[in-house]
């Protein structure tokens, strides 16, 4: 490695470069962080309310665990149920005919 061409590093000499935040940058990055902390508690509670609602439960007959699992579900979790569901359903096909 040519570690003879880097430049000797001065810890004293890169701490006087660097004076630290100004209260503005203090301020700035305050508002920042309490923006995105906002948005997690909105993403959570909209993902809260997903399991909570009850629309759903009266389309299921009044089943309310099945409804709390099931509006929780993206549509890439149901593709993913049915192409796991299909493919057992073959597998069974496929042992029982060849039993015969």
């Known amino acids: ?25 203090l301020r700035y990055r305050r508002a ?3 923006v995105k902390m906002e948005m997690v508690r909105e993403q959570l509670m909209s993902k809260a309310s997903k399991v909570t609602n009850f629309k759903m439960l009266d389309s299921l ?15 890439l979790d149901y593709g993913i149920l049915a192409f796991q569901g299909v493919r057992q359903a073959t597998r069974l096909y496929h042992f029982f005919k060849k039993r015969k």
């Open 32 to 34: 920042v962080n309490h």
């Open 1 to 25: 490695m040519a570690t003879d061409s880097l430049p000797p590093h001065d810890p004293a000499s890169s701490a006087k470069r660097w004076s630290g935040y100004t209260i503005n940058d």
């Open 61 to 75: 007959g009044g089943n309310k665990l099945l409804g709390k699992i099931l509006s929780g579900f993206s549509m």
